[in-house]
């Protein structure tokens, strides 16, 4: 008898793993799929991509075997029955590698998943109501390690004369969080002797931007220091020349900070 009941259960066990083998198989197919392969990757990347497009080639296949192993890392989901394209998975994992291009063996150890809505939500993430008005936002407590992006504003950061892109401001967020605290300090990256001159500089332009002395910077860096981190960032990627031009020492700092090879 207790033979047969060893039998039976044995039976049961294999059938389990082998229906579970298939449904993972299967998984891994379809989330295979979703990558785009080398030469889609590259199409996609040099037509939405500005970043990409002034790399030279061999830093063109670093920067494509960064988002594929993006790619592959991060579930990148859709919610509310939306629908997202390649194009958008790749615009997110690209806003993800351009902070840390230059940093060869990092990759983001505080990141499981990048949610895409259909629009702005609330601080809540609630897509109902009348505060609708953030554009992404770095989960914390029970979003931790996720990411909150509106499809509109991800598509707007990489559109051709865009002066801002929020998935970076939210990829340099998390950037800002890797040391331990979100306070527009990147200690991970800013070398030990610039944080006292990145500190005094960082405060003297809130002060600046509040009392409307700078207007070519997003005032919602003076939110705070880690808002003025993230939306000086934004600049520093999209208008590189024109930060140099107007604010020659910030540049510097972030130059010094986001271009060394570490």
Do not use: C
Not at 92 to 108: D, E, Q, T
Not at 123 to 132: E, F, I
């Amino acid at each position: 008898m207790m033979e047969k009941y060893q039998i039976i259960v044995l039976a049961i066990a294999i059938v389990t793993f082998t229906g579970l083998n298939i449904v993972y198989r299967k998984s891994q197919k379809q989330k295979a799929q979703q990558i785009p392969d080398e030469q889609e990757l590259h199409r996609i990347l040099l037509e939405e991509v500005l970043f990409y497009q002034k790399l030279d080639a061999a830093e063109q296949a670093s920067f494509r075997e960064r988002v594929h192993h993006f790619l592959q890392l991060v579930r990148i989901t859709p919610v509310s029955n939306l629908k997202i394209t390649k194009t958008d998975k790749v615009l997110v994992a690209a806003a993800g590698i351009i902070p840390l291009f230059r940093f060869k063996n990092w990759m983001y150890n505080n990141l499981n998943e990048v949610l895409i809505y259909p629009d702005r939500f609330a601080a809540d993430y609630s897509l109902d109501g009348d505060d609708r008005n953030v554009l992404g936002m770095v989960g914390d407590g029970a979003m931790h390690r996720t990411m909150i992006l509106s499809l509109p504003s991800l598509r707007a950061g990489f559109a051709i004369n865009s002066t801002g892109n929020t998935a970076i401001h939210e990829f340099v967020h998390l950037l800002d969080k890797s040391d331990g605290a979100t306070d527009g300090i990147p200690e991970e990256i800013l070398q030990h002797e610039n944080v006292k001159p990145w500190i005094h500089l960082m405060h003297e332009y809130i002060r600046e931007i509040r009392e409307r002395e700078i207007t070519d910077i997003n005032p919602y860096g003076a939110t705070n220091e880690a808002e003025f981190f993230a939306v000086v960032s934004e600049y520093f990627f999209q208008r590189p020349e024109r930060l140099q031009e107007m604010h020659p020492e910030l540049y510097q700092l972030l130059d010094n900070a986001f271009n060394r090879t570490k």
